[in-house]
């Protein structure tokens, strides 16, 4: 079955960085897009960056582009999302989530139980 | 950006009540719509996909329509452990933008 288990989280101060992870298995790895969604606390869900299957394709939130670096090791079958210059509305869970498709523009068919990361002096 | 807009924002329904939920995109997606379920304090479910397709194990009370810019979820009949806020989402080009939810209660 897929499971996808994040890691990294944390309470970080802003104007620093952090570095979550995200290791994947039950699943061909290597063969599909991979997401970053994220959910502030008592808010909505809002997408952060994807990366399609081999790496080529990254996409990013307006919210995030410059700042953050989502990257994935298929030899590791773990994805990863490099988040600097935090802001203190980046507090959130952060999902991880596996695409249907190898591709950027899909659906996010399995979920990971989520990291906090918290931005906060 | 598309912006995707979703009506009501909550509802409170009887069990076995037929429930419907709205997604306006602000530009033609075509099929490009997604559904998903969030119970309380849980992690989101995929429901459907292609504004129709129900994703395998998804009870069959569940359905969705639309296309171009208007889509629906429809629950047939309402059951308690449908409570929970569901989310559209547009997936034909990036950003791939979530509506802002709609909680489901039951009356």
């Known amino acids: 079955q897929v499971q996808l288990v994040e890691s990294g989280g944390g309470v970080v101060q802003p104007g620093r960085s952090l570095r979550l992870s995200c290791a994947a298995s039950?699943?061909?790895?290597?063969?599909?897009?991979m997401h970053w969604v994220r959910q502030a606390p008592g808010k909505g869900l809002e997408w952060v960056a994807v990366i399609s299957y081999d790496g080529s394709n990254k996409y990013y939130a307006d919210s995030v582009k410059g700042r953050f670096t989502i990257s994935r090791d298929n030899s590791k079958n773990t994805l990863y999302l490099q988040m600097n210059s935090l802001r203190a509305e980046d507090t959130a869970v952060y999902y991880c989530?596996?695409?249907?498709?190898?591709?950027?523009?899909?659906?996010?068919?399995?979920w990971g139980q989520g990291t906090l990361v918290t931005v906060s002096s | 950006d598309i912006q995707m807009t979703q009506s009501p924002s909550s509802l409170s329904a009887s069990v076995g009540d037929r429930v419907t939920i709205t997604c306006r995109a602000s530009?033609?997606?075509?099929?490009?719509l997604a559904w998903y379920q969030q119970k309380p304090g849980k992690v989101p479910k995929f429901l459907i996909y292609a504004a129709s397709t129900l994703q395998s194990g998804v009870p069959s009370r569940f359905s969705g329509s639309g296309s171009g810019t208007d889509f629906t979820l429809t629950i047939s009949s309402l059951q308690p452990e449908d409570v929970a806020t569901y989310y559209c989402?547009?997936?034909?080009?990036?950003?791939?933008?979530f509506g802002q939810g709609t909680k489901v209660e039951i009356k």
């Open positions: 989530a596996k695409g249907r498709r190898g591709d950027w523009n899909d659906v996010f068919e399995y």
């Open positions: 039950g699943f061909t790895f290597n063969i599909y897009g």
């Open positions: 530009q033609d997606i075509s099929n490009f």
């Open positions: 989402q547009k997936y034909n080009s990036t950003p791939l933008t």
